[in-house]
């Protein structure tokens, strides 16, 4: 089995296109050491993730004790909230300078946050100086995320 770059979801050469099942898969989905693995009471099966197993494909804004709270829905029906226990972070390609945004989920896996999705956060966003760098920042149940420098 394995999950691509792109998100779908391929077991012996063909691709998982049963949204039902691909969330299931999901569920009992763990990450150990560097690897991702099926787990069921009987057995453990490992499975190719080639960037990350889970992908946000929705935002919503929420505000909880006059805090914004950034709520991400996955396309396996996860609800994460960012804050200390799903930290969100960006990685830059040095190459391209092209951000991945990723939020954690649980289990150490993380789930890629979609372009239509980071867009979202970037409107959202406000300039903060950091040790002489300036970032693009996001507020979350009290906590800030930079999405990245310019």
Same mark, same amino acid.
């Given at each position: ?41 009987? +057995?453990? #099966?490992?499975?190719?993730?080639? &960037?990350?197993? !889970?992908? %946000? ?5 929420? /505000? =909880? ?11 396996? +029906?996860? #609800?994460?909230?960012?804050?200390? &226990?799903?930290? !969100?972070? %960006? ?5 391209? /300078? =092209? ?52």
């Amino acid at each position: 089995m394995q999950i691509r770059a792109d998100g779908t979801w391929w077991h012996e050469g063909g691709q998982i296109k049963r949204p039902a099942m691909v969330t299931m898969f999901a569920s009992i989905l763990w990450h150990e050491n560097d690897e991702y693995f099926l787990v069921t009471p009987v +057995e453990k #099966v490992r499975i190719q993730v080639e &960037d990350a197993p !889970l992908f %946000v494909t929705e935002l919503q804004v929420e /505000e =909880e004790n006059g805090l914004q709270v950034l709520q991400f829905i996955s396309s396996t +029906e996860d #609800v994460i909230t960012a804050g200390v &226990d799903h930290l !969100l972070r %960006v990685e830059t390609d040095p190459e391209t /300078e =092209e951000p991945s945004p990723y939020i954690m989920v649980r289990y150490g896996m993380e789930a890629r946050i979609n372009r239509n999705v980071f867009y979202q956060l970037a409107e959202l966003a406000y300039e903060v100086e950091i040790n002489g760098q300036q970032h693009l920042m996001v507020d979350s149940a009290g906590m800030q995320f930079s999405l990245g420098t310019f």
